[in-house]
């Protein structure tokens, strides 16, 4: 079965407006599922426009990891949250997205991910950069996303803001 927006008058179909999403915020949500249970994380992450992939880092154990080595699929949500409006509607801009999930092991790779994402989501990235020695890197756990399918969701969200 195959599903779309069905509110057309919300739908964002600007492949540029739906990348701005995935670059501007600073955290996504990913559904992920294991033997039929459901788990659910936020990560921060950088979005690499050129290789359309999503790169995060995270501890190197745990359940994500568990989960995400049993089945690789992920669903995941980026949102730009403007609260509710004097309407009291909610206004918002959502990205959808689904893709493959991966560990990183190559060192250039991982530098690449780490300075994609420390740029995205750092106010002061280049003097968290300079503390990057490749002893650390190495031990750095690092993961990418990649999205094969994006949609983008709108509603009363200020243009100017994305
Ligand atoms: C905005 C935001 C950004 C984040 N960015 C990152 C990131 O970049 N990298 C990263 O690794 N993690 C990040 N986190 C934390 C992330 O969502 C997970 O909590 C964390 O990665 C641990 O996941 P795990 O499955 O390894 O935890 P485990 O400790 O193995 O999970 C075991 C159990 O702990 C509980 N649990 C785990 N996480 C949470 C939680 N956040 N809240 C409540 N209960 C929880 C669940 O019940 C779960 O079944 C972020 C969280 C937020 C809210």
Same mark, same amino acid.
């Given at each position: ?57 995270? !501890?190197?154990?745990?359940?994500? =990891?568990?989960? /995400?080595?049993?089945?690789? +699929?992920?669903?995941?949500? *980026?949102? &730009? ?26 060192? !250039?790779?991982?530098?690449?991910? =780490?300075?994609? /994402?420390?740029?995205?989501? +750092?106010?002061?990235?280049? *003097?968290? &950069? ?33």
């Amino acid at each position: 079965m195959s599903f779309y927006v069905r509110r057309k008058d919300r739908e964002i179909t600007d492949l540029e407006e739906l990348r701005q999403v995935l670059k501007t915020t600073k955290y996504i949500s990913i559904a992920i599922c294991r033997n039929n249970e459901p788990y659910l994380i936020s990560l921060s992450h950088g979005y690499d426009e050129a290789k359309n992939c999503l790169y995060f880092h995270c !501890a190197p154990e745990g359940k994500k =990891l568990v989960y /995400l080595k049993a089945n690789n +699929s992920v669903w995941g949500q *980026a949102l &730009l949250d403007f609260g509710v409006t004097e309407e009291c509607d909610y206004a918002y801009t959502s990205v959808h997205f689904s893709g493959r999930m991966s560990l990183i092991e190559d060192l !250039a790779e991982k530098q690449h991910g =780490l300075e994609v /994402l420390v740029r995205q989501v +750092s106010l002061n990235p280049e *003097a968290k &950069l300079a503390k990057i020695t490749p002893e650390r890197l190495e031990k750095t756990t690092m993961g990418r996303i990649d999205i094969d399918y994006m949609s983008g969701k709108k509603h009363q969200s200020p243009k100017s803001r994305v």
